[in-house]
């Protein structure tokens, strides 16, 4: 039996992302990213920036160009995404049926990315005009991506995560910090600052924890300075290690790798999983002994995860260990 159906009879497997969402606001800039991706392949999402990629005035303009590239041959892989404007800006429902209204777009877009969510009650609003649209055009649903990037959206944060239609939740530490009206020092949005300030650090936590519990994935906010790689993968590791995010915004194709590096799996590991889990197949999935240490379907879990992981982020397994994933 593959792992997916031996471990998780009861309860849904989570979901898992490719571990770098990348975001991009200009022309230029979507085209560079998206010849980055076919060449490094499905490592990593883009997110086209409508909420601030548009000048005002430009907005539909900017939502037709991107969804030309959407629709083009040249996104080989179908995963972008798009972040639109909140469900109150007048551009919301234009961004939606100018996305959806193509067959050719709505087949492939891999998510919506809803900013500046409060409440459950605007997400809900949202989702029920996208799939209202999206089934008109042949499909039923589109994933859903939430920034939290206040406190009322930290405060709902676990009714958010879950909504079913959901499956990323990602922390906007920029807009949360101001949303504090000065009582947060500006340090607190990059590093060491935005993993020691307390409120910071719970409202990290609790998106990651909320994100969890209910098998969704926390994307972790951008490092603000993207000229030095070693501070992306500094900051891309503790988000990993001590907040349990496992992915991690990009803004500049220089933090794409470096984010990836950070988060995947190290060969030691993986080797271990592969070993640990061959093992339990072959024994049916009960319990087994490696090394004087006992393992189960709790540590399975955990050891598919690695390998799953693993695979996203473009690790080559040896031979023999794909059928695992």
């Not at 990213?33 to 900017?62: K, M, R, W, Y």
Request: net charge negative.
């Amino acid at each position: 039996m593959h792992p997916s159906q031996a471990l998780f009879q009861e309860q849904a497997a989570p979901i898992f992302l490719p571990v770098c969402d990348h975001y991009a606001g200009s022309e230029k800039l979507m085209l560079k990213s998206l010849s980055l991706q076919n060449e490094l392949g499905p490592v990593f999402d883009i997110t086209f920036d409508c909420e601030d990629g548009a000048a005002v005035g430009n907005e539909l303009e900017h939502i037709r160009m991107l969804s030309k590239i959407i629709a083009s041959s040249d996104n080989q892989f179908n995963r972008i995404g798009v972040r639109v404007h909140h469900l109150a800006h007048p551009c919301f429902r234009q961004d939606i049926e100018v996305l959806l209204s193509q067959a050719d777009v709505c087949k492939k877009l891999a998510y919506l990315v809803l900013p500046k969510v409060d409440n459950v009650s605007e997400v809900n609003t949202s989702i029920h005009f996208i799939n209202e649209i999206a089934t008109q055009h042949g499909r039923t649903s589109i994933p859903i991506h939430i920034l939290i990037e206040s406190q009322a959206g930290l405060a709902n944060v676990g009714e958010l995560a879950a909504v079913p239609q959901v499956e990323c939740l990602s922390f906007g530490i920029m807009d949360f910090v101001s949303s504090h009206w000065g009582a947060i020092p500006a340090s607190a949005m990059r590093s060491p600052g935005q993993f020691t300030h307390p409120l910071v650090t719970r409202a990290k936590l609790e998106i990651a924890a909320a994100c969890h519990l209910h098998g969704k994935v926390p994307s972790h906010n951008v490092s603000t300075d993207f000229k030095d790689p070693s501070i992306t993968l500094s900051d891309a590791t503790r988000a990993a290690l001590e907040f349990a995010y496992t992915r991690m915004w990009s803004i500049h194709p220089n933090q794409i790798k470096p984010i990836i590096k950070a988060m995947a799996p190290r060969s030691t590991e993986i080797k271990e999983a592969i070993h640990i889990l061959s093992t339990a197949q072959e024994n049916q999935w009960g319990p087994i002994e490696i090394h004087g240490r006992l393992h189960d379907r709790a540590s399975y879990r955990y050891y598919w995860t690695v390998l799953k992981k693993a695979s996203i982020s473009g690790v080559n397994l040896p031979e023999g260990a794909q059928y695992l994933v």
